[in-house]
Antibody
Framework: EVQLVESGGGLVQPGGSLRLSCEVSGFTFSSYWMHWVRQAPGKGLVWVSRIDSDGSTTNYADSVKGRFTISRDNAKNTLYLQMNSLRAEDTAVYYC????????????WGQGTMVTVSS | DIVMTQSPDSLAVSLGERATINCKSSQSLLYRSNSKNYLAWYQQKPGQPPKLLIYWASTRESGVPDRFSGSGSETDFSLTISSLQAEDVAVYYCQQHYGIPLSFGGGTKVEIK
């Protein structure tokens, strides 16, 4: 069974940092690009970032470029999102997602981890 | 960047009736090389992550009931639920999976009338 389990969310002050993790199982993690998608409370879905299968290529939404860093450890089957200089508008549920093979449509989602940026 | 616009924002339909959601992209999602439209649809129920229903505009994900269908090409797409069931109450999102940055529509809330 495919599983994606996020962790690391919580309450952080504006300007602070947080590192999210996503541990996966049930599929060959090292063969897949992986993404992060976020959803602010009561709002829609927003793509955040992606990383290729060996970690050499990354892309970011303009809203997080220069502040967030995506990375992975294929030996640990784990995806990461390092979030620095956090702002109130970064408050959201962050989902770790796997794309369907050959597309950037997402067939597997974690349950999400909540990040709240507030003083 | 590709902007995705969904309509309506919400929709109330009687059980057993048809529900149609529209999605428009700011540029074509059709890859000429393979004749595929890179448009996906998701269903999200309260407290749950989204679930992929359809990709390449009209290909149903495995296990998705056949009352869900996708259509359209280039910039105009739609998701149709042919006979609304109680379990279909949810928010539905379209997403372009054509290019980076990926982008979603604003969502359509489907309720029972």
């Amino acid at each position: 069974e495919v599983q994606l389990v996020e962790s690391g969310g919580g309450l952080v002050q504006p300007g602070g940092s947080l590192r999210l993790s996503c541990e996966v199982s049930g599929f060959t993690f090292s063969s897949y690009w992986m993404h992060w998608v976020r959803q602010a409370p009561g709002k829609g879905l927003v793509w955040v970032s992606r990383i290729d299968s060996d970690g050499s290529t990354t892309n970011y939404a303009d809203s997080v470029k220069g502040r967030f860093t995506i990375s992975r450890d294929n030996a640990k089957n784990t995806l990461y999102l390092q979030m620095n200089s956090l702002r109130a508008e970064d408050t959201a549920v962050y989902y770790c997602v796997r794309p369907f093979t050959g597309t950037n449509a997402f067939d597997m989602w974690g349950q999400g981890t909540m990040v709240t940026v507030s003083s | 960047d590709i902007v995705m616009t969904q309509s309506p924002d919400s929709l109330a339909v009687s059980l057993g009736e048809r529900a149609t959601i529209n999605c428009k992209s700011s540029q074509s999602l059709l890859y000429r090389s393979n004749s595929k439209n890179y448009l996906a649809w998701y269903q999200q129920k309260p407290g749950q992550p989204p679930k992929l229903l359809i990709y390449w505009a009209s290909t149903r994900e495995s296990g998705v009931p056949d009352r869900f269908s996708g259509s359209g090409s280039e910039t105009d797409f739609s998701l149709t639920i042919s006979s609304l069931q109680a379990e279909d109450v949810a928010v539905y999102y379209c997403q372009q999976h054509y290019g980076i940055p990926l982008s979603f529509g604003g969502g359509t809330k489907v309720e029972i009338k």
